[in-house]
């Protein structure tokens, strides 16, 4: 019986991920006891702990440039994070079955090179690399290379489509019996030919992991990707997506076993269901500091707003539309429209700026008592609403040890979890299909 057979005969399984947070607000950087972002001791630390756990992969972010506001390094940055696969591969040394998943971007890099980097890995954990496509166009983050901005925001997606499809004839180039195969490509945007130099790795490619939410993000998943790592935590939102990506599968050849949808969440745990939300508050709080409150708010308004009080009411300014003074951070849509919606919310429940922050920003969680967020968990993804979860701790790198130890065990006696792992492979772990080379 082959394991997608067997699969459709078991409750649907959940899928879980741990993220290494750090480079946005998620960490709560003053609480004792969150460590170094720095140190392998705690990459090491939560790997292994996820690894405990049975999770599928170890999820790493990745900045090109330290961010800026006001023309000073924003100070909630992580100065020094290592370079993504380096750290992974460290880990690969140190851990068994868990998939290692690394962020490197599309628009800076080149196919070759990042090819064999990720064919590398693959081959040093025994098949458990997977590679998190991501692009930008804002030339403040192309200073750093060569090509500056002068990607246009329309054509990062076809860039990376090519440079993923490119990735792909790279990987798919040696022959059965281990020998390569000249490639040649000859694209919009990459023209290349030669031998690559590492042969096909131990699940065929790594596997390909996208975030993106806009209509492009979506097709460019439906088309390529084998994991999406999404922002949708409610459950009415996350059936949307779930129904509207799955759908967008068939025209590429694909079922919806082949690709897994995963968003990113935090979970707060307590003895009590009143305990877990305050608990839940308490973070909310400790990761909106005032000096938070406001930098979150200058990322809306652009303009200098630190005369202002994070107890007080929201600006009755408007926000300017072509600022600069924050670079290297997406923005969250039309300042205008965002500002609007934000005041209308404030006057309705008399929020101060730190409370309208708080309320805006929250990131979706499932918050209670391990059996509460265990049936929480498990709901959600057989309604269809999801297939996994990237775990995102607000603290590095004790933040999932709860819940491997008390959520965990619960999921297995509920039959949504696995006891151990079946396969050596990331894909293996996901359910998903080895991709056929060519002969």
Known sequence: MTQRAETTRRPKQIHLAAHFPGVNSTTVWSDPRSRSHIDFSSFEALARTAERGLFDFFFLAEGLRLREHKGRIHDLDVVGRPESL?????????????GLAG??????????????????????SAGRAAWNVVTTSDAFTGENFRRGGYLDRADRYTRAAEFLATARELWDSWTPQGRPRPFAHHGEHFAIEGEFTVPRSPQGHPVVIQAGDSPEGREFAASAAD??????????????FYAD????????????????IMPGVTCVLGDTAAEAQEKAAGIRRQQVSPQNAILA?????GVDLSAYDPDGPLPDIDPDPESQLVQGRVKTGDPLAVAAKWRALSEAKGLSIRQTVIETTA?????????????DLTEFVRADAADGFILVPHLTPGGLDDFVDKVVPLLQERGAYRTEYRGTTLRSHLGLRAPTGKE
């Open 363 to 375: 990131r979706q969680s499932f918050v209670g008592t391990p059996d509460r967020v265990a049936a």
């Open 245 to 260: 990506v799955k759908g967008r599968l068939a025209k590429y050849g694909r079922t919806a076993d082949d690709l897994k």
């Open 297 to 301: 708010l200058e990322q809306v308004w």
């Open 86 to 98: 380096t750290v992974l591969t460290a880990l690969a040394a140190v851990t068994d079955r868990l």
């Open 103 to 124: 962020t490197v971007n599309a628009t800076f890099n080149e196919p070759f090179e990042l090819a064999r980097r990720f064919a590398s890995l693959d081959h040093l």
């Open 227 to 240: 994991v999406v790592f999404t922002r949708h935590g409610t459950l009415e939102a996350g059936r949307e």
